[in-house]
Every structure is written in C-alpha cells, then in structure tokens.
C-alpha cells in the first residue's frame, strides 16, 4: 500500500512537472513567435501590396485577386495575430471585453477562410486563361474576378455571422479566453472554419495540376505549328506573346508554389479543429489540457504563418514578375 501510494505521489509530481514544462512552452510560443510571424507577415502583405497595386497588374484578373488576398491575409494577421501577442503579456482586451472578443473572432474567421478561396480563384482563373477553350479564356476576365471575391466575402459573413452571438471573453473551458461560450457555438465555428479551409485545397491541387496540362498542350501545339517570323513588326508581336506567356508561367508557379505551402500549414489547424469539435463535450485531465493548448496554439501559428508567406513565396518563386 505504502508502495503504491509512494508510486502514485511520484507520478503525479513528473506530471505536474511535465504540465509546467509545456505550459512554459506554450507561452513562450505565444509571446515570440507571434512576434516573429507578425512582423515577417505584415512586412510581406505590405511590400505584397505595393507591388500587385502597380499599373502594370491592375488589368490582370489573377495578379487582383493576389492583391486582394495580401490585403485580406493582413488584416487576418493584424486582428488575429496582435490579440495573441499581448495574451503572452497578459494584456489582452479580446479576453475580457465583449466588443473587442466578438469583433477579432468574426474577423479572423472570416479574413483568414477568405484568404484561400481568393488564392484558388487565381488559380481558376490561371485554368481558364491556359484552356484551349475560347470560351473558357473569355471567362477569365477583372469583371468575373471581383465578382468572385465580392460573393465569397458575403458567403463567409454569413457562415461566421453566429460569431457575433456566441463568442464571449473570460471563458476557462475553451482554447482560448475569447470563444464559443457553448460546446454548439464551438462545434460550428470550429467545423465552418474547417470546411472552408479544407475544401479550397483540393480543388487548388486540381485546378493546378490541369493548368499545367493546358499548358504543356499548347506548347506541343505551338511547337508544331511553328513558322518563320520574317517581318520585324512580327518579331515585335512574337517578342510581346513571349513576355505575356513568361509572366503567365511565372504565376503559374508561384500559385502551385502557394499550394503546398497552404496544404502544410493549413492541415494542423483543420486536422485541431476537427479534433475539439470531436472531444469538446469529453472531460480531460490537467496533462491532456496542457497539450492541448500547445497544439492549439502551435497550430494557429503555423496557420497565421500561411497568411505572411505569399510575399516570400512570389518573390522567389515569382522570377521576374516580382
């Protein structure tokens, strides 16, 4: 008996040493790597922004739609990303206030959700621009891209619209202080979140992969039917098309680029999401929670990372477009 109660006092003190340990990991994660992700993010969106607003772009449908998603991916990363930073300093005013918690969680679900589709937009509309279909690359067009933005952006308004009823501050029980105050409230933002995240990746993978077809299609086409340009005015055109079908090319690639970067860090948060929709009515022990909360706030980061990369990603991925 003495044995088993001594055995039982040791183990609860490794767990409680253990709890400790990843309880000071997670706040160290929260207080400098957010640091890091906001000031490498924000300084990307905005050079991202400065660069996609030239004259030069502002006719491409898919160059707008990067523009819009830098915008987007900012705000993500200025409503999302300060919060947590000052939680590492316990002077965050989203866990206590009303206001503030309700407006950053209908934010953050929103811009971030609205960040990828934009990206997948671009994509398509790279399909449609490459297809051999007239029909199709008459679709790809500045009118039927803000279009697209401006439905999406209502849609995901309306999802996270509960939002505004059921986050409230102060909460013990939850991810984070500022949450769904019931387990439903949890289950549909963590789910709708998901799903919006989840859902554009596929079919991104998609859409790229047949951009790439159309590509190597029309490159086989023109190779065979390649002839001698005698005229100078003609060398002239074939020189522009040259330009036109290289800028193509290099957004092609720092859209396929985008994707797999979006896939490994978008796949923590929705595979986390999906696992507190599924625990969230479960009691747990205090080590559980613990890890918990660092995967939580791990996979939030690496999430908040994905809305600071697209800057980096053009620039190195993007050739001479950037």
Partial sequence: ?????LNSTV?????????ATIDYITLQLVRYFSIFIFLFGSIGNILNVLVLSQRAFRSNPCAVLFLFSSVVNFIAILSGLLSRILSGWGADLT????????????????TRSVAIWYILFAIID???????SLQHRQMSSLKNAKRAMIISFIVAILIFS??????????????????????ACQFVTDISFMLLT??????????GLMTVCNIRQSRRQVANRGTLMVRNTMR?????????????????IMLL??????FILSIPLCSQKLYSAIVADRTSSALQDGIDDLTYNLAQLLHFLANGMPFYIYTLAGGKVF
């Fill in 126 to 132: 790279r399909w449609l621009l490459s297809s051999p």
């Fill in 1 to 5: 008996f003495i044995m088993d109660q």
């Fill in 236 to 252: 002239v055109n074939m020189n522009q098309q040259r330009q036109l079908s290289k800028q193509d090319h290099n957004l092609i």
């Fill in 162 to 183: 509960h939002v505004i009823y059921c986050h409230e501050p102060n909460l013990i029980n939850a991810p984070q202080k500022c949450y769904g105050i019931t387990i």
């Fill in 257 to 262: 680029v985008q994707i797999i970067i979006l």
């Fill in 11 to 19: 183990s609860s003190l490794l767990d409680a040493n253990l709890i």
């Fill in 198 to 207: 989840i859902v554009p990746l596929p079919l991104m993978l998609m859409f």
């Fill in 95 to 110: 866990a206590t206030n009303r206001f503030f918690c309700k407006l950053r969680g209908f934010v953050v679900n929103i």
